[in-house]
């Protein structure tokens, strides 16, 4: 069974600090994607970062970067310079090679002025 | 392109009535997706399509939810009899099956309340 764990329901940064916000996922399959995905308030789902397991360079998209770590399975995403516009529920997830997504159940996140 | 379309984007429907939601799936993608999404579960998964063929619906909650595609540019979810334990946020996804992760598109949601 594919299994996400996000285990920060809620956290807070200071607008302009660095905020990781942690994920781990199971799975028996050696190929696969992960990704953090951004809900805002108009819940459109909006991809923030991915990263093919293949890969062992760490995604980066601009402000955005990962920790792949596939040994331990885990998949932290690290927000630099935080901006109000980050704020938003943050949700971790995994795809198999059949485009099944499996999701964590989200992180809060609070961007303070 | 205009991305994935679901209409409506708000439904209120009282409880045993049938409520039908809709998705347009981006041209050219031949996998479709239905999703759910409450507090309680997060995002489930709940059927998928490949080239309108329905390959997964073990994440349909029960027999009152069915799915259709019944061409290539257009999806729908039926809930017939609704209950107030269906009100969630439902989310159709498109991609195209080979490109993995590629393209992977999500609609902006059905928010349906069940009184």
């Known amino acids: 069974a594919q299994t996400v764990t996000q285990s920060q329901p809620e956290m807070s940064v200071q607008e302009a600090e660095t905020v990781t916000l942690s994920c781990t996922y199971d799975t028996s399959e050696s190929n696969y994607y992960l990704f953090w995905y951004k809900q805002p308030p108009s819940r459109q789902m909006i991809l923030v970062i991915r990263?093919?397991?293949?890969?062992?360079q760490n995604a980066t998209e601009n402000r955005f970067s990962v920790n792949f770590q596939k040994a331990a399975k885990s998949f932290s995403l690290k927000i630099s310079d935080s901006q109000l516009g980050d704020t938003a529920m943050y949700f971790c997830?995994?795809?198999?090679?059949?485009?099944?997504?499996?999701f964590g159940t989200g992180t809060s996140l609070t961007v303070i002025p | 392109d205009a991305g994935v379309i679901q209409s409506p984007r708000h439904e209120v429907t009282e409880m045993g009535q049938e409520v039908t939601l809709r998705c347009k799936p981006i041209?050219?993608?031949?996998?479709l997706f239905w999703y759910r999404q409450t507090m309680m579960r997060g995002l489930e998964l709940l059927i998928y399509?490949?080239?309108?063929?329905?390959?997964?619906d073990s994440g349909m909650p029960e027999d009152r939810f069915s799915a259709k595609m019944p061409n290539a540019s257009f999806s729908t979810l039926k809930i017939q009899p609704s209950e107030p334990r269906d009100s969630a946020v439902y989310f159709c996804?498109?991609?195209?099956?080979?490109?993995?992760?590629?393209?992977?598109?999500f609609g902006s949601g059905t928010r349906l309340t069940v009184v």
């Open positions: 041209s050219g993608h031949n996998s």
């Open positions: 996804a498109s991609s195209f099956m080979g490109q993995g992760p590629y393209g992977y598109t």
């Open positions: 990263q093919e397991a293949y890969k062992q």
């Open positions: 997830a995994f795809m198999t090679a059949g485009n099944q997504f499996y």
């Open positions: 399509f490949n080239n309108n063929v329905p390959i997964d």
